[in-house]
Each structure stands twice: as C-alpha cells, then as structure tokens.
C-alpha cells in the first residue's frame, strides 16, 4: 500500500504533502521516541500522539515514510516545515493510536 492510498482508505488530513509515495510496509505505534528510534524503520509509518518537530527528527533517523498524529492534535508550523524539509508525509486523524494501528495491521496483512 502507498502512503496516498493508506491516506484515502483510512480518510487521513494531510498536513505535509511534500513527500515521496513510498510503499507501507509496516506499522510502529509508540509515543516514547528513544523506543522509536530503537525498533522502527525504513517503511514504516509512526503512529504517535507527539506532535512536534522532535518526532519528524526522530522519523528521518529511522528512515520513517510518515507520521500519523491521533486524537486530532493540532500540527505546530516548526514540525511541518521539519517534515517538509526531510520529505516525510504528515497526517492527523481523530482515531486513537489502537484504531489507528489496527486499521492499518488488517490493510497490510
């Protein structure tokens, strides 16, 4: 699945759209960035509740196509330039990190 169809399936805001269509591979879902920065990689999607510019630098160490904000938290201006500057797609959802997760595990088994 792309990150284009991952965001119309699952009805996603697009926040950063500056971004590569890469292919989905995987899910990682956690909100601690040291345990991100440890277990996710290239492929995968991070769905977290962080918003700020931290999670988009945490997302380019760990080569991360895209962050998935939950609980419609709002996208600060620093970490969409940040996003926008390493190519990394942003969306926001008002799904929880389990909805979130679990839609994405269905999609991409």
Same mark, same amino acid.
């Given at each position: 699945?792309?990150?284009?169809? *991952?965001? @119309?399936?699952?009805?996603? =805001?697009?926040? /950063?759209? #500056?971004? +590569? +269509?890469? =292919? ?10 040291? %345990? &991100? *920065?440890? $277990? @996710? #990689?290239?492929? +995968?999607?991070? &769905?977290?509740? /962080?918003? $700020? ?15 998935? &904000? ?7 201006? %620093?970490? =969409? @330039?940040?996003?926008? #500057? ?5 969306? &926001?959802?008002? *799904?929880? /990190?389990?909805?979130?997760? #679990? ?7």
């Amino acid at each position: 699945m792309t990150l284009r169809n *991952m965001a @119309a399936e699952l009805n996603l =805001t697009v926040v /950063q759209d #500056g971004y +590569d +269509d890469r =292919t989905v591979e995987r899910v990682y879902t956690s909100d601690m960035l040291s %345990d &991100v *920065m440890a $277990h @996710a #990689g290239e492929a +995968d999607v991070l &769905v977290t509740i /962080q918003a $700020h510019k931290n999670t988009v630098a945490v997302a380019s160490l760990s080569d991360i196509a895209a962050i998935i &904000v939950c609980n419609d938290r709002e996208i600060p201006d %620093d970490m =969409t @330039a940040a996003a926008a #500057g390493e190519g990394i797609a942003i969306f &926001v959802t008002g *799904m929880n /990190q389990y909805q979130v997760s #679990g839609e994405l595990f269905t999609r991409l088994r």
